[in-house]
């Protein structure tokens, strides 16, 4: 058997998509030995610039047929020619003009998402793996969010990729809070499309993340996210499966306590977050709750599960009576037992019932906020485990070494 090397350069990769846009360009022109067709013209200027080492530009020319490419071809085939021309971006990494001709080959991708969305998604995602420096890869993914929030269908294929990295983005990118805040923003809105829990907790936690990167001495930044605080109290209080709101002390929230018109949304959640039954009955007006877009059933649901939360946090491993969940609750008391089964059973805590005794002893809490005062109430709790895992090393220690002398001392006596 005689086996034949073919030797193969990246080059050619480029050429062959070349000649593939070249035949695309030739579809339907009359065939003739003589003149040159707009496929071979093109084919010719690609091959030229190829030769000559432009890759921009031979990016720049091929990436201008794409609409054709997704078009006519199938959609592998399709994805298999933006990762070829995405390839010669990787040949730019220390391009001046990296990140700008990276951002011109996303547009080029994302033109009319309802064409072949998952494959330019794919697509996209190719050239910003092909991206080796942080400009380049932030400025592909914002245009990635942007093309996969106008359908429900490619968020949802997006989400698992992208959810729970903004922080690793902001922090191994270097990224300015500026710049931080668009991609929470751009990473939110692909959030609010899906709205399945996962995506509605993360949503949340992406807007808290911008209210906190705003300082309160920043009139004109905190005027800015105004709306965003607005959406992210809303969402909040609409929303059946979250009780943790970390940005409720933040200067961007609170700065909505000022204004009449913000005043009372912000009252709401105060009420809420305190466990306030009376005050929530105050502050839930009919214009405040139309305002979140939620119906005052849902909302009193909400308002009595944070009250056990209260309650439960209050207590710190101590017995509550059923009475007292009652009164914080207002409820009958023979609804008391299944509002706690329904909080066991969302996990917003744990505990054992006594019936007998009318009590439930709550062993955790889920937190209704983590800010500074919990961190450092987490701290002194570290500190006092450490404490006492040293004074039981100490103890361990002291009874080795007295249990080494008794023994030694035994030895001596024979």
Same mark, same amino acid.
């Given at each position: 058997m005689t086996i034949t090397v073919v030797e193969t350069y990246e080059e050619d990769s480029h050429i062959a998509v070349a000649r593939h846009i070249a035949s695309l360009l030739?579809?339907?022109?009359?065939?003739?030995?003589?003149?040159d067709t707009p496929g071979s013209l093109f084919l010719q200027e690609a091959a030229k610039i190829a030769a000559d080492g432009r890759y921009d530009e031979l990016v720049k020319k091929l990436s201008a047929h794409l609409d054709l490419v997704f078009a006519?071809?199938?959609?592998?085939?399709?994805?298999?020619?933006?990762?070829?021309?995405?390839?010669?971006?990787?040949?730019?990494?220390?391009?001046?003009?990296?990140?700008?001709?990276?951002?011109?080959?996303?547009?080029?991708?994302?033109?009319?998402?309802?064409?072949? !969305?998952?494959?330019?998604?794919?697509?996209?995602?190719?050239?910003?793996?092909?991206?080796?420096?942080?400009?380049?890869?932030?400025?592909?993914?914002?245009?990635?969010?942007?093309?996969?929030?106008?359908?429900?269908?490619?968020?949802?294929?997006?989400?698992?990729?992208?959810? !729970?990295?903004?922080?690793?983005?902001?922090?191994?990118?270097?990224?300015?809070?500026?710049?931080?805040?668009e991609l929470y923003l751009q990473l939110a809105a692909l959030m609010k499309v899906v709205s399945d829990r996962a995506s509605t907790k993360e949503y949340l936690r992406l807007l808290g993340a911008?209210?906190?990167?705003?300082? !309160?001495?920043?009139?004109?930044?905190?005027?800015?996210?105004?709306?965003?605080?607005?959406?992210?109290?809303?969402?909040?209080?609409?929303s059946p499966e979250v009780f943790q709101c970390d940005f409720w002390e933040l200067p961007a929230v609170t700065q909505l306590g000022r204004e009449p018109a913000t005043a009372p949304l912000l009252k709401l959640l105060d009420v809420m977050l305190n466990g306030d039954l009376a005050g929530f009955k105050a502050a839930a007006t009919p214009a405040v709750l139309e305002s979140v877009g939620v119906s005052p059933e849902a909302a009193l649901d909400k308002m009595r599960l944070l009250a056990l939360?209260?309650? !439960?946090?209050?207590?710190?491993?101590?017995?509550?009576?059923?009475?007292?969940?009652?009164?914080?609750?207002?409820?009958?008391?023979?609804?008391?037992?299944?509002?706690?089964?329904?909080?066991?059973?969302?996990?917003?805590?744990?505990?054992?019932?006594d019936q007998v005794a009318a009590t439930v002893v709550i062993t955790?809490?889920?937190?209704?906020?983590?800010?500074?005062?919990?961190?450092?109430?987490?701290g002194q709790q570290l500190g006092a485990l450490r404490s006492a895992l040293q004074g039981a090393h100490d103890m361990l220690l002291a009874g080795n070494r007295a249990g080494d002398a008794a023994g030694r001392a035994a030895q001596a006596v024979h």
């Open positions: 030739d579809e339907g022109q009359a065939k003739t030995a003589l003149a006519k071809c199938s959609d592998k085939e399709a994805e298999c020619i933006v990762s070829v021309i995405s390839l010669l971006v990787a040949r730019l990494d220390k391009d001046s003009h990296l990140t700008e001709l990276a951002r011109k080959l996303a547009l080029d991708i994302s033109k009319q998402p309802e064409v072949a !969305g998952e494959a330019k998604l794919n697509g996209l995602l190719a050239l910003y793996s092909s991206c080796s420096t942080a400009p380049a890869r932030y400025m592909v993914l914002l245009q990635t969010l942007e093309f996969a929030k106008q359908s429900k269908q490619l968020a949802a294929l997006l989400v698992p990729v992208v959810r !729970g990295k903004a922080e690793e983005w902001r922090r191994t990118w270097g990224l300015k809070p500026s710049m931080a805040i911008v209210l906190a990167l705003v300082s !309160g001495n920043d009139a004109a930044e905190l005027a800015k996210v105004k709306p965003f605080a607005v959406e992210a109290v809303q969402s909040f209080i609409r939360l209260v309650l !439960g946090g209050r207590a710190q491993g101590a017995a509550v009576p059923f009475a007292d969940i009652q009164a914080a609750l207002d409820i009958p008391l023979e609804q008391v037992q299944p509002w706690i089964v329904r909080a066991i059973g969302s996990k917003l805590l744990e505990g054992k019932i955790r809490c889920h937190h209704r906020s983590f800010t500074s005062k919990e961190w450092q109430g987490l």
